[in-house]
């Protein structure tokens, strides 16, 4: 059983351009949890979503950031014209979902670099 | 969620038991008690996790005070690999599968 695949595991941007961050989560699992983590700090909660759906996105800036996990295919994580302080390393999470004792299981990263 | 507060930092000396505390004072009686680690440069482990009762398993120990305000980590016998930000976390809700929120845990430092 594969793990959580996440690409690219590095990409590199210059301010104005899009990224796109793509997370597969475990086989069976239908939440998926995003997370940021900039240099030399914690990992700060962004988004929680279901298959289809956005349930918590408290965590994500109100502007150039959005996420989605669709019926078929990976969970995006989109940044709309990146700026430096958008270079950090976003962590995606998933799980089947079965309440408050259920473990995450996290991929590698992928790591953004805005020039 | 309610908060938890680690040490910044520990040491300890390879093959050696270590115990990384955490405190949890504001903790509900439906807070379950989750570990987490993360390993340079990787994304973070699940280690264990426990609601009353000490926990058991292949990589750590769980003791949880009996007030349930305060847990330690165990690890039996520290290796190299051990090396790690060890994160507390506190995971309640109404059943659903809330998001961790991590703190700045502690960061362990296996010396050889």
């Known amino acids: 059983n594969a793990g959580v695949m996440q690409n690219p595991r590095h990409l590199v941007r210059r301010r104005g351009q899009e990224a796109r961050l793509r997370c597969s989560p475990m086989?069976?699992?239908?939440?998926v949890y995003w997370y940021r983590q900039l240099p030399e700090e914690g990992l700060k909660f962004m988004v929680y979503?279901?298959?289809?759906?956005?349930?918590?996105e408290s965590g994500m800036p109100k502007e150039r950031f959005s996420a989605e996990f669709p019926k078929e295919g990976p969970s995006i994580l989109r940044i709309q014209q990146v700026v430096r302080g958008d270079s950090a390393a976003y962590f995606c999470?998933?799980?089947?979902?079965?309440?408050?004792?259920?473990?995450?299981?996290f991929g590698e990263g992928s790591r953004l670099t805005v020039l | 969620d309610a908060k938890t507060t680690q040490p910044n930092s520990m040491e300890s000396n390879e093959e050696e038991p270590v115990h990384l505390p955490c405190n949890h004072s504001t903790i509900s009686g439906t807070d379950y008690i989750h570990w987490y680690r993360q390993l340079p440069s990787q994304g973070p482990e699940y280690v264990i996790h426990g609601l009353t009762s000490n926990v058991n398993n292949r990589m750590a120990s769980l003791a949880i005070a009996e007030d349930r305000k305060s847990s330690t980590l165990i690890l039996h016998r520290a290796t190299l690999r051990d090396a790690a930000v060890y994160y507390c976390?506190?995971?309640?809700?109404?059943?659903?599968?809330?998001?961790?929120?991590f703190g700045s845990g502690t960061q362990l430092t296996v010396l050889p």
């Open positions: 999470a998933s799980s089947t979902g079965t309440g408050n004792t259920g473990e995450l299981f």
């Open positions: 086989k069976g699992h239908s939440h």
């Open positions: 979503l279901q298959k289809e759906n956005i349930i918590d």
């Open positions: 976390i506190l995971r309640g809700g109404s059943g659903s599968a809330r998001q961790l929120t």
